[in-house]
């Protein structure tokens, strides 16, 4: 599924940028240079016809990348949320692919859930609506359960969407090949594990009892957030392929006029946004990974109500530290501590000088923070941090993907209730209060006790262990043998000390 057989789709995805009209909006908008303009444009011509033509009525890339597919769709998305990058125009045209694409037919809807279900749809819900939303993946219809009377939205996957979504998913595979071996420099930045990744976060949200789980456990998460909600899953009613949960209403967090109509403070909205994004990523380890606007919605109480939880981020402990520690030395303008944290975490080489990495951060901070607070931007650090780390040979942390989109994505929410928000003054009470409570001696002792529990574990096996090693090492080795049988054999010794100590620590 992987092989030459996709260069086809590659080239059909130009063709179709060029007949829309996209290819050189999109260049435009990159501000690409005059020669990479014409060498595109003359590369793609002589294919257009073999493109999609997409909707006429739409705008050039929203009809492009509707043509494309749901990968390409996902990609636009993102772009939407940032107007600061593609502009406003360009942001208000994406907004369409986040829920308001053509929708599939209600009797489609209806068979998968009476498949998914094993009912039938007249004795489980009273009414149900045609389409309400339809996005890349799936669309959502509103009804009435018959039992209880209580409104719900029921998730639907559009049909055939795992084939469609594999063949995209198949010509980045190829992409990805291409630039690995035409560009030897590319290769730090891992283009198939990037794809990988990307491939399981989307084939998990192609599966709507994984998105049900990940409901419930961001709820329990996120129940004493003030301010925070989200609909309750049903899980009675949920499946693979249908998932239903209670109906939520609001504004639309891009409707910034009805908004102000309903009397809600953007300004607040915005800082609340991505405090709660910070709060939930430090925090939790645990964040929603596809927090545009057509995600979420401000209830008539002023709570953000997010909903949509087939992407969701999870970072363990470590890492939450080492990305809080980066944050708090760029909002604090300690670029030395910033290069410690990424040399003592491997983000890059430690043959490299981190007194030359410092410098070059500075580089980086200093005239991002001396703009006005309105152009002060996470986007903008990430991508001038990426070209430094580039030339000092870090590689790309498949790990960060999804944070460091989900970042920008965010951002781009904030920045669109609330367009003279300060990110990093509304970032530093969230990233002090982690580190205060994560990084430093009382953190310290926890991570002490949780050794010691750990290893105290080990207490029944202490024994056998130390006579396992006392054993290997009175066996007469080669030379080589010997010294590899001195280093296990110390290493044993120093884990059973460990665990002795903390067995005894955990009895006593």
Known sequence: ???????????????????????????????????????????AWPFQWLGDKGDPLMPPVTRALTALGPAYIKFGQILSTRPDVVGDEMAVQLRVLQDKLPPFSIDEAKATIELELGRGCDDVFETLSE????????????????ETGEEVAVKVL???????????????????????????????LKPLDVIEHFEGVVMGELDLRLESSAASEFAA?????????????????????????????????????????????????????LQFFLMHALRD????????????KIGADGDIIV????IMGRLDEYTRRVYAEILFGFIRKDYRRVAEVHFEAGYVPGDRDID?????????????????????????????????????????????ILLQRTMVVVEGVSRTLNPNINIWEIAQPVVEDYIRKNIGPQALARDLAKTARLLSRFGPRLPQMAE??????????????????????ILVVAVVSAAIGAFAASVF
């Open 221 to 273: 998460n996120t129940v004493d957030d003030a301010g925070f909600a989200l609909p309750h899953v049903k899980w009675g009613l949920s499946g693979r392929r249908v998932m239903t949960m209670g109906w939520v209403e609001g504004e639309n967090a891009a409707d910034i006029e009805a908004i102000e109509a309903a009397g809600h403070d953007r300004n607040e909205l915005g800082e609340r946004v």
């Open 307 to 310: 909903y949509d939880f087939g």
């Open 158 to 188: 559009r049909p055939g969407i795992e084939k469609a979504f594999r063949k995209d998913i198949d010509a980045f595979y190829l992409a990805a090949w291409f630039v690995e071996h035409l560009s030897p420099a590319s290769r730090r």
């Open 468 to 489: 396992r090693a006392l054993i290997a090492a009175s066996i007469p080795p080669e030379p080589e043998q010997k010294k590899r049988g001195t280093t296990r054999l």
């Open 131 to 146: 389409s309400v939303a339809a996005a890349s993946l799936a669309q959502v219809h509103k009804a009435t359960l018959k």
């Open 1 to 43: 599924m992987r092989g030459p057989h996709n260069i086809w789709r590659l080239i059909r995805t130009g063709a179709t940028l060029e007949r829309t009209g996209a290819m050189g909006v999109v260049l435009e908008t990159m501000d690409a240079p005059a020669p990479l303009r014409l060498v595109a444009r003359i590369l």
């Open 285 to 296: 380890g645990y964040f929603h990974g596809d927090m545009h606007q057509g995600n979420m």
């Open 356 to 400: 030359e990495f410092a410098r070059a951060l500075r580089a980086v901070g200093e005239p991002i923070f001396g703009m006005d607070a309105s152009h002060i931007s996470m986007g903008r650090l990430l991508s001038y941090l990426f070209e430094v780390t580039e030339r000092f040979g870090m590689e790309t942390r498949t790990e960060l």
